[in-house]
């Protein structure tokens, strides 16, 4: 069990317990170092999404419809992270915006990357 407290400015004061169940030993410190690595995991691919995407600000409700918005966004990020090698050091964000800016010019730079990594896979 882990307790947390929350004060708000009104002056009240929250309690939040939590419980785990996981096959380590009782040890705090490997607990909290596990726990914050997952969760480091977790929020990782949701953080760029967020950042690259605005994925939280979306408010579609339809759960086909969000269910095809995430396929797309995950894929158009996966490409993005082989681009990343061309465009060099800019975040996804810009490289995503330099793309939707100039986008028939930047086709055939997308096509040419992409061929030259997978040329480049199969001959490894």
């Not at 596990?34 to 605005?54: A, G, K, M, Q, S």
């Amino acid at each position: 069990m882990k307790e947390r407290q929350t004060k708000y400015r009104e002056g009240n004061t929250t309690v939040e317990e939590r419980y785990f169940l996981c096959s380590i030993r009782a040890d705090a410190e490997l607990f909290s170092t596990v726990v914050r690595r997952h969760w480091h995991v977790e929020n990782l691919p949701h953080w760029i999404l967020d950042v690259t995407f605005h994925e939280d600000d979306l408010r579609t409700r339809e759960k086909k419809a969000l269910h095809n918005l995430g396929l797309i966004r995950r894929s158009v990020l996966s490409l993005l992270k082989i681009l990343k090698a061309y465009y060099g050091n800019i975040s996804y964000k810009h490289i995503r915006r330099r793309i939707g800016r100039t986008f028939e010019s930047q086709v055939p730079v997308i096509f040419s990357v992409v061929k030259e990594l997978y040329d480049r896979g199969i001959e490894e």
